[in-house]
């Protein structure tokens, strides 16, 4: 065993080599405990002047999930059909006023955003938010469940559809989650090698 890493084999594994996007997911719900288990875990990782912006909608109603799936595209409607639970993966532009609880260190940092551009707010809100998913992924691994995340999906009809025109809150991704089902994964594709990823300058 490589003694390299502190995290042992197993929760290696759990996380990444074993760890698969599942397509498919047995009937077993995903109980609210669950799923504030797993954000009370991610909450900690690192994001810029800890902005925090990701919000998360957990689609539990099947009113709310007629409404969202008629929003996904091709084989992700299905999918996104019949999970146990649906998250829809939000970046919130608004996401300064929360400053004064997440980053007390800067008193002005909420006024002086403010009074930003939308675009820059977008922008920051974006980049982090797409951290804050793969947090994500690695916490619902974490509880010995499967993440299927999605970009394929109408994003601004989903906006339209569950936020509101108004929302500051912009999907970026769709994640279904569960106990993987029958015929749960595709075939592991190539990953590339520390050589053709890695440069040293």
Request: charged residues 25%; negative net charge; hydrophobic residues 40%.
């Amino acid at each position: 065993m490589n003694d390299t890493l502190v995290l042992h084999k197993d929760a290696q594994d759990l996380l990444f080599r074993s760890a698969r996007t599942a397509n498919t997911f047995t009937d077993e719900p995903v109980t609210d405990e669950q799923l504030r288990a797993i954000y009370d875990l991610v909450k900690y990782g690192p994001t810029a002047m800890n902005n925090q912006p990701l919000r998360v909608t957990a689609v539990r109603s099947p009113e709310a999930r007629e409404r969202l799936v008629k929003h996904m595209a091709g084989n992700n409607a299905p999918k996104t059909s019949t999970a146990p639970l649906a998250l829809v993966l939000s970046a919130d532009s608004s996401f300064h006023e929360h400053f004064p609880k997440t980053f007390p260190v800067m008193p002005d940092a909420r006024d002086n955003f403010a009074g930003m551009p939308v675009e820059a707010r977008e922008s920051m809100a974006l980049q982090n938010a797409f951290l804050q998913v793969a947090y994500l992924i690695m916490g619902v691994r974490a509880a010995g469940l499967a993440a299927g995340p999605m970009t394929g999906f109408d994003a601004e009809g989903v906006r339209k559809e569950l936020f509101g025109e108004d929302s500051t809150q912009t999907p970026v991704v769709v994640m279904n989650i569960g106990k993987p089902g029958p015929d749960a994964w595709f075939d592991r594709l190539p990953r590339l090698d520390y050589e053709e990823a890695v440069t040293e300058i």
